[in-house]
């Protein structure tokens, strides 16, 4: 009882601490639960239509296009500027994608798998028309191929035997083509739906017909609006206003903007830099002058580093940059050139010409490896097969008794010209391109190898260069990389202001550059590599009127620092961004108007070429279909396009009101094209230049209505 008592006495203390451990629990796993969607929504790299799209599904969309074009381009590496235009076009094939199967799907448009099947079977898409697809013979899609590899690839896999790399690839590729597929007709009969929408007639076919067809040549007068001087018209805040809700629409934009200003120091070599490059270059020149062989002009070039690797063949002038390649038929052999500093390149150079020599620029060979016991065996064998070949013994008879194909090779000056050749490889190149038609020869290369080489044929004779070159690029030292930084650290330090670093930039030899309309999809600020985080300032938190740290970027070069200026968020643009382009397009109108004014009057050509500042000349082939080019205004002018087709030959037209000037003619001369009319054909074109016309349109608006997020720039 006393014991039950004093658990009576504490109850409200046990309740609170059950309840407070209840919560604890509960609450554990709601910060885990919070915790783990922040992880989720930090990985994500956008959103169409509400359905996000992880970093991970991102990066298999770009790495699937990439081995698109690896295998399209057989090429196994790209530029930094090639992988950011693959990033790119994966994620606006993706959303264009999301955009239009959210329509279909409302629509109940769908691709079954036999229509994709279909596909794969004819081969028609450009996604199969890929090299492992080809049949070698015909150069075409050949089905068959892709059916024996999945067959392949399928008893493989049921095996539970080890899959090939190369098959994997090829079978990921496939899958990926099939997904591109289902996509293309997806599109497709979404856009043949829409298509029917748009329709033409017979007074529009032969209007169209009729405005292409019928063409005037005409004597023009101009009066360009640019001999108003600007002082002569005033534009009121009235005036900007009126024409910027005339003209609204076309400050539609679809995505957020950013504008910035920035300092963008380059650091470049310092005089002491140069003095010290030249001195290299100079104790260069001097080695490969002392050189009295091929071997110590090959080994100076590469003790100094050179960008162009050093082998003992003779190669085309491709092989060598421009400053080299246009001096080489000028230099004596065995002259080495002063050094010079190329500003393209960014380097100097200087260069031996070794020799000079003319042979073919392809050969066409083939071989045989001989494979022995030893040394001894080989060397028998191999004079076995010479003797053979001497006898007139069949090249390929021999190689297939030696278990190898014997077949032929072309072998061209361009695979190697910018290779760095070890020893054996150059002599293996230097052996071939000595031979002549028809002749064999034995090979024992340096590694103990021993080939039996046959030259077939030769083609295309060459004039071809050895030549020995140091060519390195202007560097700035680390000395000079750290004064550059310590002073415009310091300017940062003590400039913390955008009005601040405005002011003061100047002074301290600094540029402040403005830069409109940055967006989340720019992979880089103001073309400088490696500034995602100046990027990522910008669109993460940054304020108008801040300014960031500094940046090093570039290729190590490049010292940024960046002020945000101001939002442009998606809608309409605001009047006071386009203040100055408004004004600058009213004066024009105003310029214009005051021209028309006193020129209106105007009765004849005659009259015309009387008035001040007017340009004369004759415009032929002028019709309603297209804007009549203007060149004493340098505009395309619409209107005088319109008035000359109503206008009779002979006829004089008065003061017509342009957008860059004010225009008089006469009609010299009206004809008809050979076209000939086909009304069916007319109306079809018409109905489809329409349908093109709106489809950019109908995008962008489901484009708005998906709202779409783009926050690649935080990863990539």
Known sequence: MAALQKIRSRGVLLVSIIALALFLFVAGDLFRGLESLFQQSSQQIGEVNGKSVSIQDYQKMVDDLQTYYEIVQQKSSFSEDELNRIKDEAWQTYVQSQLIQNQCEELGLAVSDNEISDVVKSGYSQMLQVPMFMNQQTNRYDYAMVNTFLTEYKKLKDAGSQVPEAYEKIYKYYLFAQRQIRDQLLTQKYQALLSQ??????????????????????????????????????????????????????????????????????????????????????????????????????????????????????????????????????????????????????????????????QPDSVLFRQIGVIGKDEADIAKKADSIMTALSSGAQFKDLAKKYNQTGDSTWIATSQYGNAALDADNTLYINTLYGMSAGENKKLKLENGSTIILQVMKTANPVTKYNVAAVVKELKFSDETYNKEYNKFSSFVAENTTLEQIEANAPKNGYTVRP??????????????????????????????????????????????????????????????????????????????????????????????????????????????????????????????????????????????????????????????????????????????????????????????????????????
């Open 197 to 358: 929408s748009f329709l033409s007639n017979k007074v529009e076919a032969k209007l169209a017909f009729d405005s292409r067809a019928d063409e005037s040549d005409l004597l023009l007068a101009a009066i360009p609006a640019s001999s108003v001087k600007d002082d002569a018209v005033t534009v009121t805040d009235e005036d900007i206003k009126a024409k910027y809700n005339e003209d609204k629409e076309k400050y539609l934009q679809l995505i957020e903007t950013r504008d910035i200003k920035i300092v963008d120091i380059q650091v470049v070599a310092s005089d002491a830099d140069k003095k010290a490059a030249e001195d290299e270059m100079a104790d260069a020149a001097a080695k490969l002058t002392a050189a009295t062989t091929n071997t110590a002009a090959g080994n100076a070039a590469r003790q100094a580093a050179s960008l162009i690797p050093y082998s003992d063949v003779y190669k085309t002038k491709d092989a060598f940059p421009n400053m080299i390649s246009s001096t080489l038929d000028s230099v004596a052999v065995g002259t080495v050139t002063k050094p010079a500093f190329d500003v393209m390149t960014n380097t100097y150079y200087t260069y031996k010409l070794l020799g000079k020599a003319t």
């Open 515 to 716: 830069i409109e309309d940055v967006t989340v999809a720019a992979h880089n600020i103001a073309n400088i590599r490696a500034t995602r985080d100046a990027l990522k300032w910008v669109f993460d938190g940054a304020k108008v009127g801040n300014v960031s740290q500094l940046y090093e970027c570039g290729n190590n070069d490049h010292l940024l620092l960046v002020a945000l200026t101001g939002i442009n968020p998606a809608g309409y643009r605001s009047m006071d961004k386009l203040k100055d382009a408004l004004t600058d397009e009213i004066k024009m109108e105003k310029k214009v108007a005051q021209i028309y004014e006193k020129a209106k009057n105007t009765k004849s050509m005659a009259e015309a070429k009387k008035i001040a500042d007017v340009v004369v000349d004759t415009v032929k082939h002028v019709s309603f279909s297209a804007p009549t080019f203007i060149a004493a205004t340098s505009s395309s002018e619409p209107l005088v396009s319109a008035v000359a087709a109503k206008t009779a030959k002979g006829a004089f037209a008065n003061a017509i009101k342009g957008k860059n000037g004010v225009y008089f003619f006469q009609v010299l001369d009206k004809t008809k094209t050979s076209e000939k009319f086909d009304e069916k054909a007319e109306q079809s074109s018409l109905a489809m230049t329409n349908f093109r016309n709106a489809s950019s349109a109908i995008i962008n608006a489901l484009y708005l209505k998906a709202n779409v997020k783009d926050n690649r720039y935080k990863f990539f």
